[in-house]
């Protein structure tokens, strides 16, 4: 199954063949319109020349900060997030030997991926549910328990990156997330 997520055919090229890629692209998914955080990874495998977490664990982090710093940014918060990246590799090379699909490949039960998924750098709850639930939206990684694992993120509809298939979807998703913002704006 092909992932389209950020409006970019090769962006989501990247996205499809390299589980690393979209794991980094999750990450990266805070506090920046989602699309542009799933491009992130195509922008570093453009600037660094993979997208191999040994590679980029052992990069120099100042030059690849700078890397990743350079407009357009992989994110809002360049800097931050590509510390937090470089954590995110050397978690997944110590962890998992490099292959991030063993992550979720390993993972017996919903409960058990999510808890691997909270374990990584920038992962808290909501988010590690929210890619859970990509995973076995749009790739079909569906261990035991992982509705229950994620809760509403597994319900039909338009609530996260998880149900977004082309912009149709990206717009939905934004409209839920807004009358979702507007609802606790006006109970608080």
Excluded: N
């Amino acid at each position: 199954m092909s992932i389209h997520i950020t409006g970019d055919d090769s962006a989501d090229r990247v996205l499809t063949e390299d589980p690393f890629a979209l794991l980094v692209g999750m990450m990266l998914d805070e506090q920046y319109p989602m699309e542009h955080a799933f491009r992130g990874p195509a922008k570093v495998l453009g600037r660094f020349g993979t997208l191999d977490p040994a590679r980029i664990a052992a990069a120099d982090p100042e030059e690849f900060a700078a890397l990743c710093s350079t407009p357009p940014a992989i994110h809002r918060f360049p800097g931050s997030m590509a510390a937090r990246l470089q954590a995110l590799a050397a978690l997944v090379e110590e962890r998992y030997d490099g292959r991030t699909e063993r992550l979720w490949t390993e993972a017996t039960t919903g409960r058990e991926l999510l808890k691997r998924v909270m374990e990584l750098p920038g992962f808290g709850k909501q988010k590690a549910q929210i890619f859970v639930a990509l995973l076995a939206k749009q790739l079909g990684v569906r261990p035991d328990g992982w509705e229950q694992a994620v809760g509403d993120y597994a319900l039909e509809g338009h609530r996260s990156v998880a149900d977004v298939v082309d912009g149709e979807t990206l717009q939905k998703v934004r409209d839920f997330k807004k009358q979702k913002k507007a609802a606790a704006k006006q109970q608080a």
